[in-house]
């Protein structure tokens, strides 16, 4: 059975969601945060692992970053070259497995934004990645993961939700299991007469475990923040940011 992961027709249903006007606005401010939080330098060479439509490594091209971009879903790197071929962008735009991906010490920093991270059921494939990034990395060289975390999942955590814009109505079904380790997700989203459904699945980490696999990755030095500006994690976080260094 094709796991949710490696299907193109979800990639492809649910972009207007994920990848909306509000989220692409976002991503100047979001990448003077990354820039900040990993210490990065024109020049320097990034790995946006899980890159999507590019949001981020676009953005991170013009500010003088040399930027590999990697992602599965073809409809998404299409989209992204596109943009970069029409700004004169020179991003190296890859089709591949975040599982596999691998380049010895050729980056100073990478980034596994918007819960990129856990989707695969077996612990070692998602151990995989991590090691794969850290032996991706330079000597110095920073890892961000940015998802949302178990501890400030647990703060706001409602079983059922909606949304509706442009005459798109969107759906959501959650139930937590393995000792609050797996979420089971139910998308629904209907667009003019048509509906459609999915069901998605991946790990819940809270800070304490994902320093854990970090550490056991090699990372030695290893921040926790609550939102991409830098502010503790503590019970006001928004969002998990693991920095994790070499």
Known sequence: MEAWHDSDEFWATFAPVMFGEDRWAAVPYETDQIIARLGL??????????????????????????????????????????????????????????????RPAAYHGAIMMFTSFGYFEDPAENLAVIQNVHASLMNAGALMIEMMGKEVLARIFQPRSWSEKDGVLFLEERKLSKAWSWIDNRWVIIRGGERKEFEIS??????????????????????????????????????LIAVARK
């Open 41 to 102: 330098q024109p020049g320097d060479d990034i790995l946006d692992l899980c890159c999507g439509p590019g949001r981020h490594s676009l953005e991170m091209a013009r500010r003088g970053l040399n930027v590999t971009g990697v992602d599965r879903t073809v409809s998404y790197l299409a989209q992204a070259r596109q943009q970069a071929r029409l700004e004169g962008l020179d991003i190296d735009f890859i089709h591949g497995d975040m599982r596999h991906f691998l």
């Open 202 to 239: 991946h790990w819940l980490y809270s800070a304490a475990e994902l320093g854990s696999m970090l550490n056991e990755c090699g990372f030695d030095q290893i921040e926790f923040f609550g939102s991409l500006e830098g502010v503790p994690y503590d019970h006001n976080a928004k969002r």
